[in-house]
C-alpha cells in the first residue's frame, strides 16, 4: 500500500473516534510496516489536519500510550461560526411571545450542532471529564457531538423516571424558564460515585435546570467540572450558578418591534 494511502486510512480512522486512543502497533499491524514508517506517516497526517483547523493528532509514549485525534476549532472559525449563529437566531419568525423563541431547527441541525460542540470540546477537553451529561430533550443533540468529540459517555438526566431506566434518584428544582418547580431524575447505574462530569445544555435562563443537574450528580458524589451553553439570556442577571461557557448571549425579545438581540461571547476561550 502507498503511503498516501495508508495516511488516508490513518486520517480516516482517527476522526471517526474523535479522543479514542489507538496503540501504535494497531496500524503497524493493520499496515505491516515498521513503527518508524507509521511514525512518519502520522506526522504528515497531523500536518495535514492541523492545516485544516479542525484538530490535530496527539502522541502519548508509554506502555499505556498510542495516537488520537483531538477535536478542536480556531478563533476565526468560531467568530465566523458566531456571526452564523446570530443571524440565524436573529429571525422576528422566531418569536413565540412571552420572551421564549423557537430554536428547535438549530438545535436539530446536525451542521451546527457539530460545529458547536468543537467549541466546547476544545474548551473542556483538559478537564478530566468522565461523562457528558444535560437534561431531556433539546440539549441532547448538542451533548451528544460534545460527548462523541471527547470520547466520553452520554448520561442523560429525566424529566420523568422510565421503567426502562430501572431504580432512580430524582430531585425537585426550580426552573425560571417555566416559572414553576419541575422535577428530574437519573438512573443510578447511569454514573459512578466520585467521578467528573461536563455539562452541556441548549439554553439557559435563570440557570435552575443546570443548577439542578449540578445537585442530581452531587446525589452520586459526581462533581461538575465544566459546563457548556448554547444560548444563555441575558435576564434575569443573576444566575443559579457562575461558571459557565456561552456561545452567544440573548439580550432584549421585542415581540411589538419584531426584533431579537443577541450577542457573541468575545472570551469563549
Same mark, same amino acid.
Given at each position: ?51 485544516? %483547523?479542525?484538530? !490535530? ?9 498510542? +495516537?488520537?485525534?483531538?477535536? /478542536? *476549532?480556531? #478563533? ?22 412571552? %420572551?421564549?423563541? !423557537? ?9 451546527? +450542532?457539530?460545529?458547536?460542540? /468543537? *467549541?466546547? #470540546? ?41 421503567? /426502562? ?105
Amino acid at each position: 500500500m502507498k503511503r498516501t494511502e495508508r495516511i488516508g486510512i490513518i486520517v480516516k480512522t482517527l476522526t471517526d473516534s474523535p479522543g479514542k486512543l489507538y496503540p501504535l502497533h494497531y496500524f503497524c499491524e493493520l499496515f505491516d510496516v515498521a513503527k518508524s514508517s507509521i511514525s512518519e506517516d502520522l506526522s504528515l497526517a497531523d500536518s495535514s489536519i492541523r492545516s485544516t %483547523g479542525t484538530g !490535530y493528532i496527539e502522541t502519548i509514549s508509554g506502555a499505556k500510550g498510542g +495516537v488520537r485525534f483531538m477535536s /478542536s *476549532i480556531t #478563533a476565526e472559525a468560531v467568530e465566523a461560526l458566531q456571526a452564523e449563529f446570530c443571524e440565524r437566531l436573529r429571525d422576528s419568525s422566531r418569536i413565540l411571545g412571552g %420572551g421564549f423563541l !423557537y430554536t428547535s431547527d438549530l438545535m436539530f441541525d446536525t451542521a451546527l +450542532v457539530s460545529k458547536l460542540a /468543537s *467549541i466546547f #470540546a476544545r474548551k473542556f477537553r483538559d478537564s478530566g471529564a468522565d461523562y457528558v451529561a444535560t437534561v431531556e430533550t433539546k440539549g441532547i443533540p448538542l451533548a451528544t457531538m460534545v460527548a462523541h468529540q471527547l470520547d466520553l459517555p452520554l448520561v442523560i438526566i429525566r424529566r420523568e423516571a422510565k421503567v /426502562s431506566e430501572g431504580s432512580t434518584v430524582s430531585i425537585n428544582y426550580f426552573s425560571g424558564s417555566y416559572d414553576r418547580v419541575q422535577k428530574m431524575s437519573i438512573s443510578k447505574r447511569a454514573v459512578v460515585p466520585g467521578s467528573k462530569a461536563l455539562v452541556i445544555d441548549d439554553f439557559m435562563r435563570g440557570g435552575g435546570s443546570t443548577k439542578g443537574i449540578s445537585d442530581i450528580l452531587a446525589e452520586f458524589d459526581v462533581s461538575v467540572v465544566g459546563v457548556g451553553i448554547a444560548i444563555v439570556s441575558l435576564e434575569p442577571e443573576k444566575k443559579r450558578l457562575t461558571d459557565y461557557t456561552a456561545v452567544l448571549y440573548l439580550g432584549d425579545v421585542d415581540e411589538e418591534n419584531h426584533t431579537i438581540q443577541v450577542f457573541p461571547n468575545e472570551h469563549i476561550f
